[in-house]
């Protein structure tokens, strides 16, 4: 779409977007730019001289055990939150959806977790798992379960897992009970006087048509667990115990500027915005049908 | 239509109590970590080390909350609380500013080299901050930037999800107004700002909601550029709160200070709910 009426003169336009070029030239292509070169080199020790690898950084991350586990744990990860956060939010956005009166109040109350930073959520539920002090940890033990996320890696995910997916639950909440309240009533009716009882005409009818909220928010998700999750990783486990819960945007930083590893961790950024470009494409692709369904 | 009149979808009775109960089943379990933040925050340490804890508040809320703004453990965590606001306000309206005037020239201008603008912003949308943290640090350290609010708030508005927004916005106005103000002579800036700009007002209120919100709740880059525990955001401030060896951490002031980094979102989010909602479902699309 165009507008048909066009203001004339050059010197106006690129002083008004002049702000957002410098911003974006200083700030991110240039960065973009560096992580692409310094993805080529690998500094000497003392940090002096760069020496030219080609893909050789590339090469070695490959050939790196630790690089591929962390891959395996990101997608891993990832699905759990995805599941872990629009199961109950579907749940939740169906039975509000059953309410006449009273479900804007339920909705105000379950927004709340969104707002919660992803790093305080993670102080939260490690407070509630902490193996001297957590409540939940404590009554596990009472039943005889010996709860210790610092050193079993299965727990440890588990963790990070709930903590990630727990204010997710809001934002997936808030698109579902959107997307029910749009569900022509009169298809669900028709339904009923066939006799469909609730969950047939939920499988059979609601499920289908939310389909569209379902796959973008299945999207969604899967980029908030690869980017926005640092919080809770860092704040909860740091990846650990032995990288367990190392994602690979974690990796990325823990390589970057714990292990000081520059060229191993500018490839590493190389990957992940081919793996980002690639999530874009999927949302670009899916808005497009969602506009036009 | 009034759903009142549809009694054979809508559930009566014990079933209408039945999902009632459902859904505080519901509420409590996502509000659960919250009220033992809130109750850690009211009790004394040694309430916590013996556990189990107690599950309903204590008498320290005054204490603990005095003790965490004033002291902290770092740094009085009123200081934090300061620097997140700037940082999350300089953010929202940094970025709404510097999109309206970059959205305005790409929709009522034709200039060179529009399509290729339009294009590398485009392309800003794709890498979070997250992605490319080594080379943009070197960049900020380079600009002296390090510990200093205009470190925290530039690279992250270096993003064209609002530029967008506005564009999408900006090209349902209406041509006739566009093409009132020129014939009345008025000049592309005064449009900008008699009809663009008040006509934008619930766009900009919904997307400084979003945006305060993603700015409030950033964590990774001010862990990196804020090593002066003075200029600490609260959000990273609260990791540091924690003692690196094996000493208990002291949980009421660490929870209390958690209760006061939620609160500004939440009082934004709770408060206005139809803008959040708007702004949501705006920048997604």
């Known amino acids: 779409m165009e507008k048909r009426v066009k203001f004339k003169g050059w010197l106006l336009p690129a002083l008004l977007i002049a702000p957002q070029v410098v911003i974006s030239a200083v700030f991110f292509f240039y960065p973009a730019g560096q992580a692409i070169w310094q993805s080529l080199f690998i500094p000497d020790p003392f940090g002096l001289s760069m020496q030219y690898v080609g893909l050789g950084n590339f090469e070695f991350l490959l050939s790196d055990r630790f690089y591929r586990a962390s891959f395996v744990t990101t997608a891993v990860f990832s699905i759990l939150v995805t599941l872990c956060s629009m199961i109950p939010a579907l749940f939740l956005a169906v039975i509000a959806d059953r309410l006449i009166k009273g479900s804007g109040v339920y909705r105000t109350l379950l927004i709340w977790p969104y707002a919660v930073a992803p790093a305080v959520a993670g102080v939260l539920w490690l407070f509630m798992f902490n193996t001297r002090v957590g409540v939940v940890s404590w009554y596990l033990g009472q039943l005889g379960y010996d709860w210790n996320h610092v050193l079993n890696g299965g727990e440890a995910m588990g963790l990070v897992v709930v903590a990630s997916a727990w204010g997710r639950i809001s934002y997936n909440f808030l698109f579902f009970f959107a997307a029910l309240q749009a569900v022509p009533k009169s298809v669900i009716e028709a339904a009923a006087i066939d006799g469909a009882h609730f969950w047939r005409r939920f499988w059979t009818i609601v499920l289908p048509l939310l389909s569209p909220t379902t796959f973008f928010l299945l999207v969604v998700n899967i980029v908030y667990s690869f980017f926005e999750t640092f919080g809770v990783i860092h704040t909860i486990t740091a990846g650990g115990p032995q990288q367990t819960t190392t994602i690979l945007v974690y990796k990325v930083y823990s390589d970057g500027f714990v292990s000081q590893d520059l060229g191993s961790s500018s490839a590493q950024s190389v990957i992940l915005l081919v793996v980002v470009g690639l999530l874009t494409v999927l949302q670009f692709k899916f808005i497009e049908k969602r506009v036009h369904y | ?285």
């Open chain 2, 1 to 285: 239509m009034a759903r009142e009149t549809h009694g054979m979808v809508e559930k009566r009775g014990s079933g209408l109590w039945l999902t009632h109960v459902f859904m505080i089943l519901g509420v409590l379990v996502i509000f659960f970590p919250i009220w033992l933040a809130f109750v850690a925050s009211t009790v004394t340490q040694a309430d916590i080390i013996r556990p189990p804890m107690p599950v309903w508040p204590g008498d320290q809320l005054w204490n603990n909350y005095k003790n965490a703004l004033f002291s902290g453990i770092n740094v009085p965590v009123g200081t934090m609380l300061l620097n997140s606001l700037i940082m999350a306000i300089g953010i929202a309206v940094g970025k709404i500013i510097i999109s309206l005037l970059s959205a305005f020239a790409i929709v009522y201008f034709k200039f060179p080299g529009r399509n290729l603008f339009f294009w590398l912003i485009f392309l800003t949308l794709m890498l979070p901050v997250e992605v490319r943290i080594v080379p943009t640090y070197e960049v900020v350290a380079g600009f002296g930037m390090l510990n200093s609010y205009s470190g925290l708030i530039f690279p992250l508005i270096a993003s064209a999800t609002a530029t967008f927004l506005f564009r999408q916005f900006f090209l349902t106005i209406p041509d006739e107004l566009a093409e009132a103000a020129r014939v009345d002579g008025a000049r592309p800036m005064r449009f900008f700002w008699d009809i663009v700009v008040p006509m934008s007002r619930t766009n900009i209120a919904a997307l400084f909601v979003i945006l305060f919100i993603y700015g409030w709740n950033q964590y990774l880059w001010p862990l990196l550029i804020t090593t002066d525990p003075e200029m600490n955001t609260i959000v990273m401030g609260i990791k540091q709160m924690f003692p690196s060896g094996d000493d208990f951490a002291h949980w009421p002031t660490i929870m209390a200070t958690s209760i006061l980094a939620m609160i500004p979102p939440v009082i934004v989010v709770v408060g206005m709910q139809r803008l959040f909602i708007r702004g949501l479902v705006d920048s997604e699309k």
